[in-house]
């Protein structure tokens, strides 16, 4: 439970008490997905309630970015940052990872944030879909916590010095109780079929444009894993 806790307070905003030691998290790093089942969780609960589509896809994104205390979103605009910076390497990584906020960045938020909100617009059941898609990013950062090695010294290099070859396998488990969902299960599984798609997009960018990943990174990988279940989830 320490580690559940620890991982709450590291990925949410939730007032949760006297903080927990970040080890206790930082050496599970599988247990991301259960931060997705309480975010997704409750912007699925508040959104229940709300008959309009328009005003429910916005309720449901601004619970999640709300709730994650937007520092993933933070790493989404560092990221579209260093991807859109042009010359060495050194300098998309300076782009990435200095305080300013560019024309990249901008793109960044506004392309991924256009794309979740149109489609949970249009999703047969809006609850299960930002269930599903919070599930599927906080999956996509245990994933990359794994897998990508670290190009600096931050939490990402901490995390991933603990992190073992296994932990894909936990943290693909705990993504099943979604097929429980009142959705096609085939929805569920291609929405996972995504999350990994990306998650090797990302891994290749980072590693070609800067080398590896950090914390920027892996922030980024959850919004765009959560805009691209919604997405693939409104055209199915």
Not at 55 to 61: F, I, P, Q, T
Not at 175 to 182: A, E, H, I, N, S
Not at 202 to 216: A, H, P, Q
């Amino acid at each position: 439970m320490k580690s559940v806790l620890a991982l709450l307070q590291f990925c949410t905003s939730l007032p949760l008490g006297r903080p927990v030691e970040f080890d206790h998290f930082a050496r599970r790093s599988y247990l991301y997905p259960i931060a997705g089942y309480v975010i997704g969780g409750i912007a699925a609960a508040v959104v229940s309630v709300i008959a309009s589509p328009v005003v429910g896809a916005a309720v449901a994104l601004a619970t999640a970015l709300v709730l994650s205390g937007c520092n993933h979103f933070d790493g989404l605009l560092d990221f579209g940052d260093g991807l859109m910076a042009h010359g060495s390497r050194e300098k998309r990584i300076a782009a990435m990872t200095d305080r300013t906020t560019g024309a990249g960045a901008v793109a960044a938020g506004i392309i991924v944030t256009l794309i979740a909100f149109s489609g949970l617009q249009t999703v047969a059941y809006l609850p299960a879909a930002i269930l599903i898609a919070e599930v599927c990013a906080k999956t996509a950062m245990s994933y990359l916590t794994t897998l990508g090695a670290p190009f600096r010294e931050g939490i990402h290099s901490y995390l991933h010095q603990f992190a073992r070859p296994w932990f894909l396998v936990p943290a693909t488990l705990l993504t099943l109780p979604l097929f429980l969902l009142p959705v096609p299960p085939a929805g569920v599984a291609l929405a996972l079929a995504v999350t990994a798609a990306i998650v090797a997009l990302m891994l290749f960018l980072s590693r070609r444009l800067f080398g590896g990943v950090n914390g920027d990174v892996v922030g980024a990988s959850n919004e765009i894993v959560r805009a691209g279940v919604i997405l693939l989830l409104a055209l199915l």
